[in-house]
Every structure is written in C-alpha cells, then in structure tokens.
C-alpha cells in the first residue's frame, strides 16, 4: 500500500512525538524519585547487580533521545536508537517472566497500574510504531533510493533486535552470577517468600529459643533458668515444664538449656557444668564437671556437644567437642577454626550453631562478615561470607589497669542474629545493603538467606517490628521461621510456591 509523501511525514512525526512524550515523563518520572527508582532497580531479579549504573544511564538515554528526536536530519537514527531502547525493556519483561527467580510487584511512572503482561503489551506497541516509521521513511523507500536499501533496513532492524536481546540475556546471566555468588551487598527481597501465620504475647522479654522438634519449639526462660515453654508450630501453648536435676550445688551463673530430641542438655560453663536428660520427663542427670569452661554450646548428637571457650594457652576463643558416654569422656579443642583479627577474643566473638541435616558446625562472627562450616570432628569444611562487605572487624577495646579489656565504643554488627536449617542459615544483618529504602531499613529487621549447599547467597526477607521493637532471637527449621520480638513470639510459614529458582 502506498502512502502519500505528506502522510508519510506526518505519520512519523507522531511516532517520534510519542516516543519523546514517553522518555521525557518517563526519564523525569525517574529522576524525580531517583532514590525510589534506584532501590527498585536494586531488587530487579535482572539489574540489582547493575543497578548503580544503570539507574543513571536509563534517565539519561531516554532524554538525550528525546531531545535527538527533534532533530530532523538525525531523526531516523535517532528513532532507530529508540527502538532498540524499547526492545531491549521488551526483553527485559520477557525474561523476568519467564526465567527470573521471581516476579517483583510492577511499579513505576506511567505504567504504574499496569501488569507485567500488559507492560510488555505497551512496549510491543511503541516497538511496532518506530518499525512502521523507519520502513515508511521518504528515505528508505524505493521511490528515494536504490530498492535494495528497504531491505537492508529490515536487515538492519533484525539485526539490532537480535543485539539488543542479546544484550539483556548477557546482562540477567551476569546479574545472576553476581548476587547469588559475588555479592557486592545488594539484596533482594522477593514478595511473600514466608508468610506470617501465628504470634503470640509472652507476656516477657526473658525468653529464649532452646531447641525443636519436628512439630513443637521449645523457649527457655533467662529468668527462671530451670523452666520450659513448649508450644506448637502454631504457638498453641502445650505446657510449661520444670527441669529437675540430680544436683543442685552448683554455683549458675549462666544456664542454657538445648534441645536435641528426644534428650535435652542444660549446662553452665561457668561452672563448669553439663546435664542431660529426656524431654519426657524433663530430669536431667549430671554428665561432667571436667573443668572444661564454656561461653557457649550446641548439641551435636546424643553423646557429644560443640562449644566455644577460650585457649588456657592464649586466652583467645576457640571451638571445641566434648564427647561423653558411660565409660569415657573426651574434650577435643580447634586452634584454627576462628581467625584472630585484633585480640581474637571479642574480633572472634559470634553465634554457634549446628546444622543436623548437613552434619556441619557453623560460626557466624558478629563483627564482620565471614561464616566457617566445620564437621562434627572439627576438621575445617569451608569458610564462606555474608553479602556485606565489613570483611575486618570494626572495634575498639581498651585495656584497663586491671589487665581486663573491654569495648571502648558500640561496636558495628555485620550479623546480629541468626539460625540454620536444612540447607540455609538465616542472618540478620546490622548493616544496610547498596539501594535499599532508608525508611524500610528503619522500620524492620532484615533476614538474609544463605545456601549453605550450593554456597550462594539466596535472598533476603523483611520482619516487621512488634511494639515498635524488633527482632531478639530467631529459630528456624526446614519449613518454619519463628522470632522472638520485644515481648511475643511471631511464626513465618514458608511460601514454597513462591521459593526464588536458582
């Protein structure tokens, strides 16, 4: 069909007017709002690794096209440039669609109250105006030019259509190599991950996680040292128990008590000293007053604990096994497994934890962002890093004239607190993460998600404050998240139909 040469001219004229009304509101919209358009950029399953860039050059190429646009004699390239610009969002739809690990909430300037579906719809519009456009340019038609140069326009659009999806794919491949395995501390939050389902008031503060079973979780009681509040995975109270010992001469000072079902362990090391018993009865009997002191512990199995302690040689933490049975009792220590970075004792303080599914001790240093997995046996496995970057501890101590040392400022958190299950380990950060939302940042607690297994970061997750207050404490097990807040216990369910694929 042929088209008047003044319709032509008109016809293009429009498309162009339209792509500049649509990168000129679109390019303002953002800058405007550039912290909000940023932080969004950050939790795109394809850009967050390049979100600090792209989040200028975006604005930026929509108003330098606009402004070439008017340009007469470089409005063909200009329009060109365009539409490549508007297959490559094209294929940036697509992708998050079909292979991302999650779809983000839609959201932005004009196209605010659109669907995904009906963004892509909305660019495959514009994209189809500028080809119309550039095959019905005076330029490239036979009438004007060799008949040979319409082809090579198709050519040439094929051709741009092919790079600029190409460069999208590179871009998603590299993003996704990025976050999950050379994180520079950009977090993802993908929507309805763990959804809360229960709380409960306690009533008090002084509780703490003590262990689980598959369907009942334990808290223990700072106050009350010898008490036990069982409830169930939806915080039904199913009883509180007392343990009773076979001794009670000891000087506590500082009772833990854990849960490896069906038996429990209560034990001070300051004492020191290690009870055990069955869950069934909640009556433990005396295993060991070794002289073996601890700080902290977890049970690895029926006859044997980790702990962390401190080196009779240096002073500094260490990690160690304390194995008993009916005729035999066996303490094994590590005077590698934590790195000394200052005094290697508060540089190396943190969280112990063992995980039962991967047979593995994990320590998470409070200070700085490092993790090391080690076996029941101690032998080292790997050490692996949290996404932030504070790689040193960031502490001050004095020495006082007594020969003690303590922290001389607040010192600053890489990892608050934390827990592991399955093949995760759950972090609470104390640090904000690159183009994430101040007011966000303020008003939760962040949960970063680590796969242990696969060695990779996996994704992060927001839990919202009780009473103005966040987070103390957090319990996890394979399907279940549960956190003590202020005065009250809160459950999150995981959400497995909305689990990021990687």
């Known amino acids: 069909m042929k088209i008047a040469p003044p319709n032509r001219d008109y016809i293009i004229q429009i498309v162009c007017y339209l792509y500049i009304l649509l990168f000129v509101y679109a390019a303002v919209s953002k800058l405007l709002d550039f912290e909000n358009f940023q932080a969004q950029l950050g939790q795109s399953p394809l850009l967050s690794a390049f979100a600090g860039w792209v989040s200028w050059i975006v604005p930026v190429t929509e108003l330098v096209l606009s402004i070439v646009l008017l340009i007469k004699p470089l409005r063909l390239i200009a329009l060109f440039a365009s539409y490549l610009l508007m297959v490559m969002f094209s294929a940036y739809i697509f992708i998050i669609l079909h292979y991302s690990e ?70 998603f491949l590299q993003s996704e190599n990025i976050v999950h395995a050379q994180n520079n501390f950009v977090r ?39 008490s036990i509040l069982a409830l169930d995975y939806n915080l039904k109270v199913l009883g509180n128990y007392k343990v009773t010992l076979d001794d009670y001469k000891f000087p506590f000072r500082s009772t833990q008590i854990r849960i490896a079902a069906p038996y429990f362990y209560l034990a001070d090391g300051t004492v020191p000293c290690i009870f055990k018993g069955k ?6 009997t005396i295993l060991t007053t070794n002289g073996t002191y601890f700080s902290t512990f977890v049970p690895v199995d029926t006859t044997k604990i980790a702990f962390r302690g401190k080196s009779s040689e240096s002073g500094e933490n260490i990690l160690g096994t304390i194995a008993t049975g009916p005729n035999h009792y066996n303490v094994k220590t590590s005077q590698k497994l934590l790195q000394k970075q200052i005094d290697g004792i508060f540089d190396t303080d943190g ?68 827990a ?83």
Not at 279 to 284: G, L, M, R, Y
């Open 420 to 502: 592991t299950a399955g093949n995760h380990l759950y972090v609470n950060s104390g640090l904000r993460g690159r183009f994430e939302s101040a007011v966000q940042w303020k008003e939760t607690a962040v949960i970063d998600v680590y796969d242990i297994a696969k060695k990779t970061y996996s994704y992060s997750l927001p839990v919202y404050p009780v009473n103005n207050e966040k987070l103390h404490a957090i319990y996890a097990t394979e399907k279940r998240l549960f956190f003590l807040i202020d005065n009250a216990i809160v459950a999150y369910t995981l959400n497995e139909e909305n689990q990021p694929r990687h």
């Open 102 to 171: 999650f779809v983000p909430c839609s959201c932005g300037g004009i196209l605010e109250k659109m669907t995904w579906q009906q963004h892509l719809a909305f660019n495959l519009v514009f994209c189809f105006l500028a080809i119309v456009a550039l095959t019905i340019s005076p330029e490239n038609t036979p009438h004007h030019s060799n008949p040979r140069k319409k082809w090579a326009v198709l050519a040439s659009l094929v051709f741009g259509t092919t790079v600029a999806i190409c460069i999208m794919t590179f871009l």
């Open 279 to 284: 869950i069934s009865d909640w009556k433990a």
């Open 351 to 418: 969280m112990l934890h063992y995980n039962p599914k991967l047979k593995s001790l994990i320590y998470l240093y409070y200070y700085r962002n490092q993790f090391v997995v080690a076996d029941q046996n101690l032998n080292l496995i790997r050490r692996g890093n949290t996404i932030d970057t504070t790689s040193h501890a960031k502490i001050r101590i004095s020495e006082l004239h007594n020969g003690d040392r303590k922290l001389s400022a607040p010192p600053n958190f890489a990892n608050k607190f934390s």
């Open 188 to 226: 993802r939050f993908p929507p309805h991950v763990y959804d809360k389902n229960a709380s409960l008031n306690l009533k008090y503060r002084d509780y703490y996680f003590a262990g689980a079973t598959d369907s009942i979780v334990f808290l223990g009681n700072y106050s009350s040292p010898l």
